[in-house]
């Protein structure tokens, strides 16, 4: 079925019809190449959203998001599976919708799989990652993690260049200093 929405038509279909079609694309040749076309879309309507999910757009991109949040949760599942690269900036990018959706259990599995190999990324991925690890921590609550990441992110903190991260690094590292209470 077509529908109209602001942001432009969404097609919708049953489950058994989305079942076939998958299982169609599951054996045609190209289906690597399908997938990663896929996420890559995603990452980059995510990448689009950053700086006005932060402001006056907000409830706008919020509501876009929210169309695609299944697309968007496929494309970070393919990331991980085939190339985690992109993986701590696409996590910090959409933290802010996920949060506001009070939907951070996935977001947390996430990051979690991806903290054993924080050490093998280039700082700014590391700093993105434990961004993530201690806010995503904070906000389920989940201390001794948010600890954590405050103390790996603490020490990161001097060799930040983007003054954005560096700020929102600066932000994580007051937000958890209360529960080790240092105030």
């Keep these: 079925q077509l ?4 942001h432009g038509p969404r097609l919708r279909m049953l489950e058994t019809i989305r079942e076939f079609v998958a299982e169609r694309l599951g054996a045609r040749p190209d289906v690597t190449e399908v997938a990663r076309r896929h996420a890559s879309y995603y990452r980059a309507l995510a990448e689009r959203a950053d700086r006005p999910l932060r402001g006056v757009g907000q409830g ?3 509501e876009r998001l929210q169309a695609e949040a299944g697309n968007l949760a496929a494309a970070v599942r393919w990331y991980l599976a085939h190339d985690r690269e992109p993986l701590p900036h696409l996590l910090r990018v959409l933290w802010l919708f996920w949060e506001l959706r ?3 259990g996935e977001v947390r599995s996430w990051v979690g799989q991806l903290l054993p190999t924080a050490d093998t990324l280039d700082p700014q991925a590391r700093a993105e990652l434990l961004w993530t690890a ?3 921590a904070v906000e389920v609550g989940d201390d001794p993690a948010a600890l954590s990441a405050r103390q790996r992110l603490g020490a990161l903190l001097d060799g930040i260049d983007d003054p954005f991260l560096r700020a929102l690094c600066q932000l994580a590292l007051a937000w958890t200093s209360t529960i080790g209470e240092d105030l």
Aim: charged share 45%; glycine share 0%; no cysteine.
């Design 3 to 6: 529908d109209r929405a602001e």
């Design 60 to 62: 706008e991109w919020a």
């Design 134 to 136: 201690a806010v995503t």
């Design 102 to 104: 009070d939907d951070l």
